[in-house]
């Protein structure tokens, strides 16, 4: 349902800053805007989209409570699609509280997370997945992950989806009137030029979900865990990473007990660089724990990092556990570290998953370039990043989304190759545009709406 009732909200961040805006949208926003606000040239008519200047007063006492610049935009021509007031007032949360307050006693109510997007897809000024696009693109933390996110707000997504949709179409045409007219001479594309159109459809639609991998690490960060032995470096690896001191560093084995995550950039990919537990031989309960989780990040990560200490000899016993530890790995760099300090170690553990090897020292620095260029080749084999021109996957609504219609146009091809009844045919095509449509937003449920829209922050 589309809401009848008008909401306000701080539009900005809490805290002290030059301006902040409060945003108003619905029915009553004008009518709210007259009676709160005194423009400096007496007798002005608001034009639209036009900043006006005054102050924001109470209705009653005719107190002013702060100077602003106001905004309006009369619906449809809004964000929101309803009519909309943008009040830009001093960045102090005292200023912006008092305007809040004072539109809400004027009638209007507080805004719900994300509900000015949410009433901006409800009134067809953005489809679902281009809602989406707008919390990405407040949240995202590289450039990279930026322009992604900016792309698909702009509607690249949409579009794609929207062109097969389109060719979903005419074949399904052609099938129905097949279906429904089989005495009539349809001028129609053979059984073996239906089936050629629907695989190259599913092909297309296949390279599109072979983007997923990386557009997932674009908008979540690529997740990196570093594992290995107790006092091989891992804490003092991550220091080096981040370019300050944020995990603690001692020569006490085991000083590291529980998970340490911190973001960063690294040759422009967002990363979640994660400090695990120490793995070795103990009996002791809280170190257990800790290498619980050291192991259930292991499975987590993109990529793993092994560090190991150049100066210490391995048991053979600490060996097997390493490589047992680490064998759930997709990808692993294996980091020979303390290259500073007489070497001792040669180990290079039997695992699956392809290894590269670089040699640091996190105190001298040397290899820590290597290091993040080994990262980057475990993740793409020395490939650099995807241009502006692709079109990425990002999230796993729109990916389990693309699965279904992948499926259902396999399905469809299969049927065709074996001769199917054609109404069997018919069935799996809408199958597939349907689940195309439910990406862009049809047939949205309010529980879904309610999860897409409780990420976003309160005035956006």
């Known amino acids: 349902m589309i809401p009848q009732d008008t ?11 030059a301006i902040g805006v409060v945003r108003l949208s619905g029915p009553d926003s004008f009518s709210i805007l007259k009676r709160i606000f005194v423009c400096s040239n007496a007798g002005e008519d608001l034009e639209p989209r036009h900043a006006h200047h005054g102050w924001i007063r109470h209705p009653e006492t005719q107190r002013r409570i702060d100077e602003v610049l106001i905004v309006p935009f009369p619906a449809p021509d809004s964000y929101t699609g309803e009519d909309v007031v943008e009040i830009s007032a001093h960045g102090s949360m005292a200023a ?12 209007a109510r507080m805004a719900e997370p994300g509900e000015f997007t949410r009433r901006a897809f409800l009134n067809g000024k953005l489809s679902l997945d281009e809602a989406e696009a707008v919390i990405d693109v407040i949240n995202s933390h590289s450039e990279a992950g930026l322009r992604v996110a900016s792309e698909h707000l702009s ?6 989806i929207e062109e097969m949709r389109q060719a979903l179409t005419l074949l399904m045409a052609h099938v129905e009137a097949t279906l429904d007219f089989p005495e009539d001479e349809i001028d129609a594309m053979s059984s073996s030029g239906l089936c050629g159109s629907v695989a190259a459809l599913r092909l297309e639609l296949g390279q599109l979900l072979s983007t997923y991998e990386h557009g997932r690490i674009l908008r979540e960060g690529l997740r990196v865990a570093l594992v290995g032995p107790p006092n091989a470096g891992k804490s003092s690896l991550l220091n080096a990473l981040l370019r300050y001191e944020r995990a603690l560093v001692t020569p ?16 422009g990919l967002p990363v979640r660089a994660i400090d695990t537990a120490g793995l070795r031989l103990t009996e002791d309960p809280i170190e257990l724990l800790g290498m619980d989780r050291s192991r259930k990040m292991v499975a987590e990560a993109d990529i793993v990092v092994l560090v190991l200490d150049l100066s210490e000899a391995l048991e053979e016993s600490l060996r097997e556990l390493i490589e047992r530890e680490t064998s759930t790995a997709r ?4 980091c020979y570290n303390k290259a500073d300090l007489p070497r001792q170690l040669l180990f290079a553990p039997r695992v699956s998953s392809p290894v590269i090897t670089v040699t640091t020292s996190a105190i001298t620095g040397e290899g820590i370039a290597d ?8 993740l793409y084999g020395g490939e650099p990043a995807v241009g502006d021109e692709n079109l990425l996957v990002t999230r ?5 989304l693309l699965d279904k219609a ?43 709406l309610d999860k897409i829209f409780s990420e976003f922050c309160i005035g956006k």
Not at 96 to 107: K, P
Not at 331 to 334: A, G, K
């Open 371 to 378: 290091l993040e260029q080994a990262i980057c080749d475990a």
């Open 155 to 160: 509607g690249s997504l949409s579009r794609k």
């Open 406 to 448: 992948a499926e259902a146009m396999t399905r469809a091809v299969e049927a065709m190759s074996l001769s199917i009844p054609l109404d069997c045919i018919a069935i799996d095509l809408r199958e597939a545009y349907a689940a195309l449509g439910r990406i862009m937003g049809q047939d949205a449920t309010e529980d879904l």
């Open 331 to 334: 990808r692993l760099v294996l």
């Open 252 to 267: 006490i084995p085991g000083t590291t007990r529980d998970t340490v995550e911190e973001p960063l950039i690294l040759r």
């Open 7 to 17: 909401i306000v909200a701080t539009a900005t961040p809490p805290g002290e800053s």
């Open 96 to 107: 912006l509280r008092a305007i809040t307050e004072v539109a809400l006693r004027q009638g």
């Open 396 to 400: 796993f609504r729109h990916k389990e």
